[in-house]
């Protein structure tokens, strides 16, 4: 009697969703190698590769700088820091949520044809942005120093453990968006609209005390985007971080992979067959 013979993709893997996160985050070797390969390969055959992105990145400060600085009545050596800080943490934030659509439609190939941790391509993207983070860092030194030197200070530590916080909740927003655009292939056109909507009512262009009264309460404390950001960008301009944004980003975290995880354990075998 002949059996037909099963691609070991559509196998369902026999560990659990715990062992995928915990097994994934220990192949730091190859989340890392796959998150470095993907920077270069968007880049391959240019010359200045992965810094094309840092001088868009300057040359979008330098414009918006010099409207925002005259259109809210700062001096450019207080405008342009806080504009720049919060340029390359909110690059890095939305481009995770832009790639987390896609991450598991790209990614068919490889666990198709192999038994395959899902979480290693959760940390990969995490990895690669934060890479693309470090080039358009550049922007925000340039600025710091040409404009705002004494800015630097003790308290530009602060931005580690603000950047760890960060990527606690990128892993936890890349897989739950990965399963759910997977699924559902029109989540992913709104997320996108989403984020491009987000960037204007998140204060990263303007500052919070621009917004007065009720308004400020709705578009600063209660949006989660705020504090994602606020936790990386305070210490950059020479401040520490608000009480407020370290509880807003725990609870987001705490709340956000509750549900993740409860999604992967329920979702985590039917990824390859959605594909």
Request: aromatic share 14%; hydrophobic share 55%; proline share 5%.
């Amino acid at each position: 009697m002949t059996t037909v013979p099963v691609r070991p993709g559509l196998v369902p893997l026999v560990t659990t969703a715990g062992e995928d996160l915990l097994r994934g985050l220990a192949r730091w070797d190859l989340w890392g190698r796959l998150g470095w390969l993907e920077v270069k390969r968007r880049y391959r055959r240019t010359m200045i590769g992965p810094f094309w992105s840092t001088i868009s990145l300057g040359i979008f400060v330098g414009a918006l700088g010099a409207v925002g600085s005259g259109l809210w009545n700062q001096k450019a050596g207080e405008y342009l820091p806080f504009l720049s800080a919060g340029m390359v943490v909110w690059i890095m934030l939305s481009t995770v949520m832009n790639e987390a659509g896609s991450l598991f439609v790209g990614g068919v190939g490889l666990f198709r044809q192999t038994r395959f941790d899902y979480s290693i391509l959760v940390f990969a993207c995490v990895w690669r942005n934060f890479i693309t983070f470090l080039h358009n860092l550049l922007v925000y030194i340039v600025v710091l120093l040409i404009g705002a030197p004494h800015l630097l200070g003790w308290s530009v530590l602060l931005a580690i453990p603000g950047l760890l916080l960060l990527f606690v909740n990128e892993a936890w927003i890349t897989l739950l968006l990965g399963m759910f655009c997977l699924r559902f292939r029109d989540v992913q056109q709104l997320v996108s609209s989403l984020i491009q909507i987000a960037m204007f009512i998140t204060p990263i262009f303007w500052s919070p005390e621009h917004l007065p009264g009720k308004r400020q309460f709705v578009f600063v404390t209660l949006n989660p985007l705020y504090h994602l950001i606020q936790i990386v960008r305070a210490p950059l301009v020479g401040e520490v971080p608000s009480t407020t944004s370290y509880i807003a980003v725990l609870l987001i975290a705490a709340v956000g992979w509750a549900l993740t995880y409860a999604a992967f354990v329920k979702f985590r075998k039917r990824i390859a067959y959605w594909s």
